[in-house]
């Protein structure tokens, strides 16, 4: 809070290196085994419990195929800050 009772809104530096762990997403598919290596079945799921359907259905189709639920995790992480960077202050315009 500012002195005035307001929520400062600036952003802050973050250091290099730090994971941005709001930012992780996680998404499930079905793969199957075939020619030797892993290849996508499924288009991607939100949910585990999405992708054991989706599963259980390819599994009645094709029986004879090997297959395995896969998570599929984004994690950003901060690289480098430019030389300087610092939070603006109030006021300032972003350009």
Do not use: C, K, Y
Request: charged share 20%.
């Amino acid at each position: 809070m500012t002195t005035q009772g307001e929520t400062n809104l600036a952003p802050t530096v973050t250091p290099e290196g730090t994971e941005l762990t709001d930012r992780a997403t996680r998404h499930f598919r079905v793969e199957g085994f075939d020619a030797g290596g892993w290849m996508p079945l499924s288009s991607l799921s939100t949910t585990q419990a999405e992708a054991e359907l989706r599963l259980n259905r390819l599994r009645a189709r094709f029986p004879s195929i090997p297959m395995r639920i896969v998570a599929e995790a984004t994690v950003h992480t901060v690289i480098r800050n430019s030389s300087g960077q610092t939070p603006p202050t109030e006021g300032d315009q972003v350009t």
